[in-house]
C-alpha cells in the first residue's frame, strides 16, 4: 500500500518520484469531490501539475462509472488521483456506488498508487467526524451517519493549516478533539505524507 497525500499536490507533486523513482505516468484522475462548487479552481491547478510534469490524465467520474469500468479503469493506469472538496460527499458518493472495497483492494494489494489533495487525503482516514463541524459539510453529514471513511490509515489529517482561508474550519476541529478522540496530523501546503504498508514519513519540498 502506498499513499501520496497532500494539502495541495500541485506544489509536492515532485515528492512523488523521490519516493517512487519509476512511477507510471497514467493517472486516474477524480475530481468528483468537487462536483458542488461552482468554481473548481482546485481541481484546474492538480491538472496542471500532473500534464506539465509529463502525467497522462483519465478523468474518472465516479457517478458515472460502474464497478466493472472501475476495475477496467485500474488495470490500466499506475496513480489514482483524488482532488479536493467535500470529504463527506465524497465518502457517501464512494459508498452509494458500492465502490469501497474496489478501490481499498486496489490500493492494498499495489494495484495502484494513491495520490490526494485536501479532501482526497483526508478520505483515506477511517474517521472523518472531526470534518464535521464545517458548515460546508453539512448537507452530506446525514449520508455518512457512521463517520466512516476507507479507513487506511488510523489518524486524520488537517491540510491548509499554513492558508489564512482555513483558519476558521481548522479551530473547530481542535475545538472537538478531545471529545473525537482522534489523532490529527496537521500539515501546509507544501507539506505531504507518505504512507507504505505500516510506515509513514512527512515530507517537505
Known amino acids: 500500500m502506498k499513499l ?47 500534464v506539465e510534469q509529463g502525467y497522462q490524465l483519465t478523468k474518472v467520474d465516479l457517478r458515472e462509472t460502474s464497478l466493472d469500468q472501475l476495475n477496467s479503469f485500474i488495470e490500466d493506469a499506475d496513480i489514482m488521483h483524488v482532488c479536493g472538496g467535500s470529504v463527506y460527499y465524497l465518502a457517501s458518493l464512494i459508498r452509494g456506488k458500492g465502490l469501497t472495497e474496489t478501490i481499498k483492494s486496489a490500493i492494498i494489494d499495489e494495484k495502484i498508487i494513491y495520490t490526494g489533495t485536501s479532501a482526497g487525503s483526508i478520505i483515506v482516514s477511517g474517521n472523518i467526524k472531526p470534518f464535521s463541524y464545517d458548515q460546508e459539510e453539512a ?60 510506515n509513514f514519513k512527512l515530507l517537505k519540498i
Do not use: C
Open 4 to 50: 501520496f497525500l497532500a494539502s495541495a499536490i500541485h506544489q509536492t507533486l515532485p515528492l512523488l518520484k523521490k519516493m517512487v523513482p519509476d512511477v507510471g505516468t497514467k493517472v486516474l484522475f477524480i475530481e468528483n469531490a468537487a462536483d458542488n462548487h461552482e468554481d473548481k479552481w482546485f481541481v484546474d491547478i492538480d491538472r496542471k501539475a500532473f
Open 139 to 198: 448537507p452530506y453529514l446525514n449520508k455518512v451517519p457512521d463517520n466512516q471513511a476507507l479507513g487506511f490509515i488510523d489518524f486524520s489529517i488537517m491540510p491548509h493549516i499554513n492558508t489564512t482561508d482555513f483558519v476558521e474550519e481548522n479551530k473547530k476541529v481542535v475545538e472537538n478533539m478531545p471529545q473525537d478522540l482522534e489523532s490529527v496530523f496537521f500539515i501546509t501546503d507544501s507539506q505531504a505524507i507518505w504512507v507504505d504498508n505500516d
